[in-house]
């Protein structure tokens, strides 16, 4: 086994990034034992490649008591140990979460929203985090549990924007990296790491899977991780292009007027299935129109064709709905 | 629950089935619980619309020894009460399976050589075999262990061609019926059967899925059969259109002459990914080239892009080859 950071880190493909790293790079790094490896092997990549320099993030949940501090020395020893600049937060998610709210959606959003700010505050164009290939096949799994289209088998993006109206991307160097690999190399270099501050985050559904479901399907093919992450990175790749199709058409046939929008029932028909249900996926994923799901396009679906579905309507929640007028599909706001 | 044959044959999809019963009807019935209920189910439906009478087909693979004898008389006593005609054969697998062979893979292919021979003989259009939608879900799961992509996970179709050359159809009315109700059917009406004899074709990667895996994913979502299923259903409608983008693209662009076949370079290379992808797999399933998998579609990807790459070559299986030449890719027989 190699131990250099050019064989864990996705070299190749980083290297077709455009403006990665120069462009500046946050270093999202929680002190466990996967983003203090990442920090290592990138600091040691871009420090090779007379790269600037990383900065290093860092945000305490308020989740750990005291260990929570000893997470953030060693991230700031680290960094300082490199010649890096580091941004330590403190937030305060049990206070944040209101009853009834998921305790991990909300960690995710404060952590994401803490490390665009950081990356904006410094016009650095990316924010990279430690995002494993067993990570993947975790998610790809998951997905697969709860219920999902090709949509949701895409799992992990290896680089997508952080969010609407920020030029910041995520990026995941570690994307095709095994656990096992960054263990190694870890070992070999000696980081220092603490025990996984993100493992907090791990919902019991994510832990019963890789302590228990994993291990069973590694008996059945030891490559199980590898092949779950290729069909991620094939399954993006498919879905991509059927929702440009998608897309595509909208533009072409949607007609939008006073907060209504309508689609033209003989072409939707038109289309082949699967064009037809993104198309209608995407029309109820747009901001005016968030609440409709799987269920309400397949309900959408039966208005489409019989002649006797004329007026018919589908209620979406929030008060929307959907009405079939005689030659158009139109979607109303509350 | 209901207990009637319509609630657990898929009728509202069996109706859309051009010909189905009408054309003629073989069900494939092994003597165990999920094809004696099929058998009663399409018995019942059948009578209930005055369709033609079902045949009933029952292969003896030569594998169970005396209980093969009870297997086949179990299933020619009910077609008899039934009053409906009945072909029993008997194979001998064991000794048609050469040293090294797969005793699955063959027991298959005897079976539906079996089945297509009673259709053809019988002028019946239609195959109709017991897959339930648990055998879906598990094969859903065993693609996914193996390494898959979209295609893989289209899984067992609903309807499809038994073979090339042949116009019976092969048809699945259990597909979207799990194994509890068609077990609560079968008490209901006092289906007989036999321990399944079809188990001996469940491979230990399948029995595995079924009693270990499953049931620990059923704890995150008691739905998840149906969840996997679905899952299917679409990965089918979604790689049956990029199917058809990829063999159009070639209907325009393949040139064959004496044996080769050529594609220009610069086209593919204008492909969006998924097509280009699709369109290299189809090249090498094509009966000339049949070993090209995916790694060999990795391959050829590497030689399309670069200059230098001009007079490269992929080797494929059996002295097979493709050849980058200047502004084409060429596949040649051995």
Known sequence: ?????????NVTWLRQVAGFPSAGVVVAVSGGLDSMTLLHALHTWCGDNRAPDLHVAHLDHGLRGAAAAADAQLVAETAAQMGLDWTVERADIPHLVTSG??????ARQVRYAFLRRTAERLGAAFVATAHTKSDQAETVLLRLVRGTSLAGLT??????????????????????????????????????????????????????????????????????????????????????????????????????????????????????????????????QQAEYPAVASRHVAAIEQILLPTDAIGKCVELTGGRQVRRIADALVFTQA
């Not at 190699?2 to 864990?8: D, H, L, N, V, Y």
């Not at 709210?101 to 909300?106: C, K, M, W, Y």
């Open 1 to 9: 086994m190699k131990f250099t950071a050019e064989s864990i880190l």
């Open 101 to 106: 709210g998921n305790l991990e959606a909300v």
């Open 155 to 284: 799992a992990i993006a290896p680089l997508r924007p952080l969010a609407a109206g920020t030029p910041v991307q995520v990026i995941r160097p570690f994307l095709n990296t095994s656990r096992r690999q960054i263990v190694a190399y870890a070992q070999h270099h000696g980081v220092r790491f603490r025990e996984d501050a993100t493992n907090h985050d791990l919902s019991r559904a994510r832990n019963r899977l890789r302590h228990r479901v994993l291990p069973e399907l590694e008996q059945l093919n030891p490559q199980v991780g590898s092949a779950l992450a290729r069909l991620a990175a094939q399954a993006r790749e498919d879905q991509q292009y059927l929702m440009e199709m998608a897309q595509s058409w909208l533009e072409r046939h949607a007609r939008r007027a006073g907060g209504r929008l309508a689609l033209p029932v003989m072409e939707l028909l038109a289309l082949p299935p699967p064009i037809r249900r993104r198309v209608l996926h995407a029309v109820a």
